[in-house]
Structure formats: structure tokens, C-alpha cells
């Protein structure tokens, strides 16, 4: 056993509490990885709040860190390496087969359920189990177990404590707009939502090449770095009441793609009279169980509009974060500038300052 301090998730709308807990010694398919960071990512809170893990456990799935130590079929990591952690997958599925591996079929099992498949928790506080493998990782803690096909090296050079969030955030973003959508050079694109993702997805709009890219963020400073990282336009969505008609007032014809971080229906509703005829939707915006999308059968026939639910941005880990290090390293990709950091110890301050806007992407550094 490891001991680690952990936040954990005890139930919703309570506070993540800190607590000393023993983490099971890794099984042959496992990696000890010790956490220097971890983002916080909106799904970690999402899942806290709906109670869509079971309390207590813990969540947390942008950490990255060193490797401690390898179970005894672990060929490709040794102690020592840098990683970065990414959701898991089973690498024997066909989807996983084809490079799907963000469409799994067991990827509810491997990252939602907060346990191992087969029903046991590696985190143990006294004699209770407590929730853990959470994208198999559970990294709110100082020590976490994942898996190799999780685990991505990081280059030395690079600040190992800010490259978890490629592992969730960075790539939903990025590839969605160039792996999911697959956005052509010279396409309109409005992206709903500025936090971490929709950034991301302005970055990877200018990557792809598009050439309108709308952001629609009530928050100031989120809109200004949008600018700066590549949006053509921004909307404040507390100075219209009419989405549709603020973006058709830049793109008269309306936008071939759009990006929904946001999850709320009456974005929905704005996004669908933005799109222009063969429009694509791609959502990936995390909400509570049974939100639905609005929207009627016939509009979505006359228009031939696609909605298309995106998972990590249709990532292959292993082959999609080392692309986004290199983007990073020739500049085009400058997720840092996003990032605020504060120490573990202080998660719950961390996400109400992110909650309130005063910062975009929380990294707390153990
Ligand atoms: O935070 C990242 N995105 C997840 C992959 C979305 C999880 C969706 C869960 C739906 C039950
Ligand atoms: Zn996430």
C-alpha cells in the first residue's frame, strides 16, 4: 500500500475534503505514477455534483507526474518517466483497434464507474473503499494508479506540472475542431463557450485554418484571449438575447461548423438557428443525466444538419499528445497561457475562483 492525501468527493455540494488514504500496491497492468499536477476539469465537478460517482471518492483525470513504480507486464514504462495521464482504453475493442479509442467499448466501464472492472476500489480509507480509477486515474491524490495505455511520455524541457491537461481539456478542444469536426481551411466556425475547451477549440481553428471563428463568452478576459489566440470574432452573450442573429450578423448565410461547450439547451437553440444549411454540431459540453437537446425533427431534415456528441476530441492518446507537445513547442499551441495554478491544498478556493471566472484552467501542484 501507498499512503496518499487525497481530495475526496463526498457527496454534492459539499466541499472536496482532504484525507489520508492507502492506495492498493499495483497489479501486473498497473503504473504507480506520483502526481506533481492536476487540472480541474469541469467534468470532475459535473460528476461531484450529480452524483454520477458514487461518494466517497476520488476523481481527477488531468493529472501528470513520475512514474514510482510498474506491475509486472508493464514493458513500456519504467520508474522515472515523465507522463502525462489521458482517459484509458481497452486497445482490444474495434474502435480501439481502428485508433477510436475515445469511442472504446468499454470506456464507461474503464472511466466513469470508479472502480476497476471488476468491481474493486484501489483507495481505502480505514476499513471503507472509497471510489477510485476515475479515467483510470482518480488524480486528485499524491499517487494515483493508471495504465499504460493512459500514460504518455512528456519530453524533458517541458514543465511536467501543466502538461495533464492535454490529457482531457487540451485535446477535447483542439480535436475536436481538427479530428471530430475536421474543420477545413477556409470554414466558419462558432464555438459556444470560452472556458479551457472552447479556447482549446480557437486554437484548433486556427490551426485547421478557419477562416471566421466566432466565441461566444460572457466573461471579459476569456474573450480578449480568444482574440489573441486566434477568434476572428467575439459575442458577449449578456448583450443579446438573440444569439442567432449576432452571429448571422457576422456570417449572414450562417456558420458551417459550431462547438458547444456549454451543455445548455438554450445554446442549443441558438447554435441551430446559427448554422448554415449541411451545418455540423459538435457538443461536448458534460451535463447532468436527462438534459436533452431542443430542436425540432423537421428543422434538422430541411437543413441537413449533423449533431455529432464528441468524446476527447476523438483522441488516440499516444498518438495525439505528443502532436499537441510539438504544436506547443513551435508556439501554435500556448494552452499555458490559460493555466493558473494553486496548491493541492487548496482545491475548493481553486474552483471558485474558476467557477467565478477568475480564472480560465486550474492546475493544483502537489
Ligand atoms: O471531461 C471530459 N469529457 C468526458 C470524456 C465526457 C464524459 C461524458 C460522460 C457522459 C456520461
Ligand atoms: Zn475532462
Known amino acids: 500500500m501507498t499512503t496518499v492525501q487525497a481530495a475526496v468527493a463526498v457527496g454534492p455540494g459539499l466541499p472536496f475534503e482532504t484525507r489520508t488514504l492507502e492506495l492498493d500496491e499495483p497489479r501486473p497492468d498497473e503504473v504507480l505514477v506520483?502526481?506533481?499536477?492536476?487540472?480541474?476539469?469541469?467534468?470532475?465537478?459535473?460528476?461531484?455534483?450529480?452524483?454520477?460517482?458514487?461518494?466517497?471518492?476520488?476523481?481527477?483525470?488531468?493529472g501528470s507526474g513520475v512514474v514510482e513504480k510498474v506491475g509486472s507486464s508493464i514493458t513500456k514504462f519504467a520508474a522515472g518517466d515523465r507522463v502525462a495521464i489521458s482517459f484509458r482504453s481497452c486497445g482490444t475493442c474495434s474502435n480501439c483497434a481502428k485508433g477510436d479509442a475515445a469511442y472504446c467499448a468499454t470506456m464507461p466501464l474503464l472511466n466513469y464507474a470508479g472502480m476497476r472492472p471488476d468491481g474493486s476500489k484501489a483507495l481505502h480509507d480505514n476499513t471503507?473503499?472509497?471510489?477510485?480509477?476515475?479515467?483510470?486515474?482518480?488524480?486528485?491524490?499524491?499517487?494515483?494508479?493508471?495504465?499504460?495505455?493512459?500514460?504518455?511520455?512528456?519530453?524533458?524541457?517541458?514543465?511536467?506540472?501543466?502538461?495533464?491537461?492535454?490529457?482531457c481539456g487540451i485535446q477535447t478542444g483542439v480535436g475536436g475542431i481538427t479530428r471530430s469536426l475536421k474543420c477545413e481551411p477556409g470554414s466558419t466556425l462558432l464555438i459556444t463557450g470560452g472556458g479551457p475547451v472552447g479556447l482549446s477549440?480557437?486554437?484548433?481553428?486556427?490551426?485547421?485554418?478557419?477562416?471566421?471563428?466566432?466565441?461566444?463568452?460572457?466573461?471579459?478576459?476569456?474573450?480578449?484571449?480568444?482574440?489573441?489566440?486566434?477568434?476572428?470574432?467575439?459575442?458577449?452573450?449578456?448583450?443579446?438575447?438573440?444569439?442567432?442573429?449576432?452571429?448571422?450578423?457576422?456570417?449572414?448565410?450562417?456558420?458551417?461548423?459550431?462547438?458547444?461547450?456549454?451543455?445548455?439547451?438554450?445554446?442549443?437553440?441558438?447554435?441551430?438557428?446559427?448554422?448554415?444549411?449541411?451545418?455540423?454540431?459538435?457538443?461536448?459540453?458534460?451535463?447532468?443525466?436527462?438534459?436533452?437537446?431542443?430542436?425540432?425533427?423537421?428543422?434538422?431534415?430541411?437543413?441537413?444538419?449533423?449533431?455529432?456528441?464528441?468524446?476527447?476530441?476523438?483522441?488516440?492518446?499516444?498518438t495525439f499528445l505528443p502532436e499537441l507537445i510539438e504544436l506547443h513547442r513551435k508556439g501554435k499551441l500556448p494552452?499555458?497561457?490559460?493555466?493558473?495554478?494553486?496548491?493541492?491544498?487548496?482545491?475548493?478556493?481553486a474552483i471558485a475562483a474558476q467557477h467565478h471566472?477568475?480564472?480560465?484552467?486550474?492546475?493544483?501542484?502537489?
Open 34 to 62: 506520483r502526481i506533481v499536477g492536476v487540472g480541474v476539469c469541469h467534468t470532475d465537478l459535473v460528476f461531484k455534483e450529480a452524483g454520477m460517482i458514487a461518494a466517497p471518492a476520488v476523481l481527477g483525470h488531468e
Open 128 to 167: 471503507i473503499d472509497v471510489g477510485s480509477n476515475f479515467f483510470g486515474q482518480s488524480s486528485f491524490a499524491t499517487y494515483a494508479l493508471t495504465y499504460a495505455r493512459n500514460l504518455v511520455k512528456v519530453p524533458e524541457g517541458l514543465p511536467l506540472e501543466l502538461m495533464g491537461p492535454l490529457g
Open 201 to 318: 477549440a480557437v486554437m484548433g481553428g486556427k490551426i485547421a485554418g478557419c477562416s471566421t471563428i466566432i466565441l461566444v463568452e460572457p466573461v471579459a478576459a476569456r474573450r480578449a484571449l480568444a482574440l489573441e489566440f486566434g477568434a476572428t470574432h467575439v459575442i458577449d452573450p449578456t448583450a443579446t438575447d438573440d444569439l442567432a442573429a449576432a452571429v448571422r450578423a457576422i456570417v449572414p448565410d450562417g456558420v458551417g461548423y459550431a462547438f458547444d461547450t456549454t451543455g445548455l439547451p438554450a445554446v442549443y437553440t441558438g447554435i441551430l438557428g446559427s448554422l448554415a444549411p449541411k451545418g455540423v454540431l459538435g457538443m461536448v459540453g458534460v451535463t447532468a443525466p436527462g438534459v436533452a437537446m431542443p430542436g425540432e425533427v423537421n428543422t434538422m431534415m430541411t437543413f441537413g444538419f449533423t449533431l455529432k456528441g464528441i468524446i476527447e476530441g476523438d483522441s488516440d492518446p499516444e
Open 335 to 349: 494552452f499555458d497561457r490559460m493555466i493558473t495554478t494553486f496548491p493541492f491544498s487548496q482545491i475548493n478556493e
Open 357 to 366: 471566472g477568475d480564472c480560465i484552467k486550474v492546475v493544483l501542484l502537489m
